[in-house]
């Protein structure tokens, strides 16, 4: 046997798990290593965006890994394996495009609250449209039901049942839906999406025993875009499968949209698409627009509709 083949053996998968600077947790089997990226300074800073594939990338969260394991802590990353999915940001800070938040995620799990914060359906298009734009499978999850007066909120999310989302409701002080919530995560690898304080790290802490999220009472909610979570981090569950908590994920996925295309991403919106009269149409004041005609025979929820103008603004 060669030297390399020999080497390549004594290389094993894992999955990252966080990604903190130019320190990665990997998970072997049961065990985390912290480990370092052998191709960490190949790549100049400026030369971001990372590729979809292991060429050229940086390590994140969710990506499975070959790793050579140094001693009974620690290991180097050697190589990245290709990506199945990814969600993805502009990269704020040199501006340059791309930069991947975590790989290989199945699903999305669009978190929001009824109050504190209040419930925004905008908020949860925006995310929908994130989810397949990564390619990822979308549910929602209303929690805090306990704080609602009344059912209205329910009323608001019949657009997401008519689309044939999986809408769960929960709480956690009184701890309803909590099994419905494990079931959706069972077995796959989920990412938890929504806005600050909804409760997402709580809802975790609440199903998975020993996670210990750091949460936060709301009222210290100071600044908006303050999360009490800080990075992206993936969870083993102990009932099967994987989830990763995250701060927010606010400008998720929208920003290579372009205007012309948003409209794809209404699934109601699509079996009307080719009737407009215009084929450039943008749905707003155009004659002969078939998706404002199925708006006004009430087949698609004025809600919706809504969010596609106000988000069109946005792009
Ligand atoms: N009444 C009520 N409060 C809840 C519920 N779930 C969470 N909370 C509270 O909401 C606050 C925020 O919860 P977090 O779990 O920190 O929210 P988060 O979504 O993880 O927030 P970030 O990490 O900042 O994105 C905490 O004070 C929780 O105790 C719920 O079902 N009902
Ligand atoms: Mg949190
Ligand atoms: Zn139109």
Redesign the pocket.
Known sequence: MSKKESKEDSRVQGIVTRAVGSSFNVLVGSRTFTCFFRGKFRIKKADLPASTSGEGAFPVVGDRVMVTLTDEASGVIEEILPRETKLSRPEVELHRGEQVLVANIQQMII?A?VK?PLLKTRAIDRFLIAAEKGELQPAICI?????AEGEEYKERLLPYHDLGYEVIF?????RRGLEDFKDCLKDRISVLA??????????LNAIQEGLK??????STYSLKG????SYIELHPLDFGGFVA????LRELGLWDIDKQELAWYFPEFEDCLGGCKFNDCMHLTEPGCAVKGKLQSGKIHASRYDSYKRILETL
């Open positions: 978190v609250s504190l929690n805090k039901i306990d704080l929960t709480s956690v002080p009184e929504g806005h600050s304080g909804v409760g997402k790290s709580s809802l999220l750091v949460t936060r009472e709301i303050k999360h009490a979570t908590d995250t701060p927010g």
